[in-house]
């Protein structure tokens, strides 16, 4: 097999890419790739037959193979089959596979796997008028919600809904809804359907081998011998017109179609159009354009006036899922480039401007290098960014990792995808509803993101830290007291010998008669307060242990033993810290809830409950807790509990 050129798509001169991205279009029959160039700009386009390859890897060998000596280092694989998480097993075929194991085995740095059809709904933007054909009337409405259907080994469906100045895709399976006859002729379909499967849906009509169960129904409907023909068959002897049941087959197979389209309509307000993809219907040409496809697509009762408004077209370009795979490509590769790929990697661009010459190269190598710094030993990142070995291990503890084992896990897990991220301006013209959202949606969002940021081992070492501790002290100033004196009373009714302090020169006191077994815990935004600095060094020079609470890279973090990075940019034009201080006394509670669990609650050295109790509110004798069965103070069913176990 050979791969050939293909002319480019467009005469204008086209930004090319540094290596070029492969892209390939999987469907249960056929395998389709090509290298895209430049934006839209396919070369080397090329079909493969399934049946002719063992499974996915071989298919793609096969075409890499073909091609000239090019270094590819990005693919996006568009598959006729849902895409949820690592592992991908075909609906319509055997194949099934890793993505991650298959993006190390092709030597690639980014492998992106799609549906077919949110693919396919991604094109549709970039799409021009010579690259569909209008069926019917209605007129498309600027920036409304567009609905995408189209047969071929199934019934994919999906959607694009206007977001700013972008669309988001919908991943859908609508294909499955359940199929509704309209008439005697399809009821008649319907039974003799449901002698062969207890569920039929308009995927099991609506599609290649729906055409074929279409045919043989009307066969047995009208008690005429059923030959054996398959799908293609079907259609081209309808197209001949050689065939009245073959004819009959393919026109109630459009006017089905026209159904489906009318329910997606309806159910999306598609009032920007419905548009036929897949690999039946821009073969049938101007048959389908005089087909009952859109009369019954206006059949919808005292909605017919409604979806008559909304026009239908037909994907005619050839390329379409490879537009639509390259611009979801495209846009992966531009948020690697100037988003956060990672919640580490993020941390590193916000810190590079407070980094030493020498930390600088390491994180501009890192930044550049991503997965190659996952698999290279220390070594070659120390040669590559022309540092010390020294220097590579405190950039990745500054960063709250263990060292460089740690850091690359880390990074590793980042890469593979991240959690949605997103802060809301409060401004004067809001109300006081829209305010309160604005405020808890921006709290979630941080939560969020400092979930992704926690690292399970330093939590763990801080909980047995605090767990064998002799006393326990906790130092914050100004706004972050609150978060000292939370700390102290959550750890006195665990029955841990615990005091706050959120005077500097108290700290100093305090530090200076601390012991080798006792714990600091020090909470600080910045982590760039001379005078938290200057108790954190006292702290030191006792041999006490520090856990500091505070941003990445920052002074306290250097000097603690166990660094637990909370990285949280407040709002400028407010004054207080709203959001970091909620973030700060969540890691409080998660270490309370940590030594809560791995305590004993029958031991002595917890507090009874009678003395707990003298801790809470006061509150009636008959509403006062039963007695406690587990740590006193903390719920081991609260949300809070889950929050120890950080996955990455």
């Known amino acids: ?63 890499l193979q073909s091609l000239p000596d090019l270094h590819i280092e990005h693919a996006a694989v568009a598959i006729a089959n849902p895409v949820d998480g690592d592992q991908v097993s075909m609906t319509n075929y055997h194949w099934q596979f890793s993505i991650e ?16 059809f949110t693919a396919l709904a991604m094109a549709l933007p970039r799409l021009g008028p010579n690259d569909v054909q209008q069926i019917g009337g209605g007129e498309a409405r600027k920036q409304s919600v567009i609905g995408l259907l189209g047969p071929g080994s199934g019934l994919g469906t999906s959607g694009l809904i206007p977001a700013g100045d972008g669309w988001i895709s919908l991943g859908s399976e609508g294909g499955h809804t359940s199929f509704a006859p309209r008439d005697e002729r399809e009821i008649a379909i319907l039974r003799y359907v449901w002698k062969h499967f207890s569920h039929v849906s308009f995927e099991r009509l609506v599609s290649g081998p729906g055409l074929e169960l279409i045919y043989q129904a009307l066969c047995d409907y009208a008690q005429i011998q059923v030959q054996e023909l398959t799908a293609p068959e079907i259609t081209q002897r309808a197209l001949d017109r050689t065939d009245p049941q073959c004819v009959e087959a393919l026109d109630v197979f459009c ?25 039946i219907v821009p073969r049938l040409g101007e048959y389908f354009a005089a087909s009952s496809f859109r009369a019954r697509f206006e059949e919808k009762g005292r909605f017919s006036r409604y979806v008559a408004a909304i026009p239908t077209f037909v994907i005619t370009a050839e390329h379409a899922t490879f537009m639509g795979a390259a611009a979801i490509l495209d846009a992966q590769l531009r948020s690697l480039q100037t988003e956060p790929g990672s919640a580490i990697l ?8 407070d980094l030493s010459p020498a930390e600088l190269r390491v994180a501009d190598h890192v930044l550049a290098h991503a997965r190659a710094v996952v698999n290279d030993p220390i070594a070659e990142i120390a040669r590559a960014a022309d540092v010390s070995q020294p220097t590579v291990i405190r950039f990745c503890r500054s960063l709250g990792c263990e060292g460089l084992s740690d850091f690359k896990l880390r990074l590793a897990s980042g890469l593979t995808g991240t959690v949605p991220v997103t802060h809301i301006q409060v401004t004067d013209d809001d109300s006081a509803l829209e305010l309160g959202a604005k405020v808890l949606g921006n709290t979630a969002s941080s939560i969020l993101q400092v979930r992704n940021q926690l690292n399970r081992d330093m939590i763990e070492r801080a909980i047995q830290c605090i767990s064998r501790a002799n006393k326990l002290e ?44 006792d714990v600091v815990v020090i909470s600080s935004s910045s982590g760039r307060l001379p005078e938290l600095i200057e108790v954190a060094e006292k702290v030191r020079e006792r041999g006490a242990k520090i856990i500091a609470i505070a941003a990445s890279h920052s002074p306290l973090i250097r000097k603690a033993d166990i660094a637990l990075i909370v990285d949280h940019v407040e709002d400028v034009t407010t004054h207080l810290p709203m959001v970091s201080r909620i973030l700060h006394l969540l890691v409080i509670d998660m270490l309370a809830v940590g030594v809560a669990m791995g305590r004993n609650p029958g031991a002595a050295s917890l507090m009874s409950g009678e003395a707990d109790e003298r801790l809470d509110e006061a509150m009636p004798v008959s509403k006062k807790p039963a007695a406690r069965t587990q740590a006193p103070g903390v719920s081991l069913a609260t949300p809070l509990a889950t929050l120890t176990s950080h996955s990455r």
Request: charged share 15%; with cysteine; proline share 2%.
């Open 346 to 353: 993020g941390q590193i661009r916000r810190i590079r401007a």
């Open 101 to 116: 194991e298959m993006r190390q085995k092709l030597g690639l740095d980014t492998l992106l796997i799609v549906n077919d």
């Open 1 to 63: 097999m050979q791969a050939h050129p293909v002319a480019r798509t467009s005469t204008a001169q086209i930004a090319q890419y540094q290596t070029p991205h492969l892209l390939a279009d999987i469907g249960g029959t056929y395998a389709r790739f090509t290298l895209e160039m430049g934006r839209g700009d396919f070369q080397y386009t090329h079909s493969l037959l399934c049946a002719d390859y063992a499974d996915f890897y071989s298919a793609v060998k096969a075409y």
């Open 474 to 517: 906790f130092y914050a100033i100004g706004h972050y007291g609150v978060v000292a004196q939370d700390a102290q009373f959550k750890f006195l009714r665990l029955g841990i010998p615990s005091i706050a302090h959120t005077d500097s020169r108290l700290q100093l006191l305090s530090a200076s008669v601390l012991g080798e077994n």
């Open 255 to 279: 006017a089905l179609l026209g159904t489906a389209a009318a329910n997606l309509a309806v159910t999306l307000g598609a009032m920007g159009g419905i548009y036929i993809g897949g690999g």
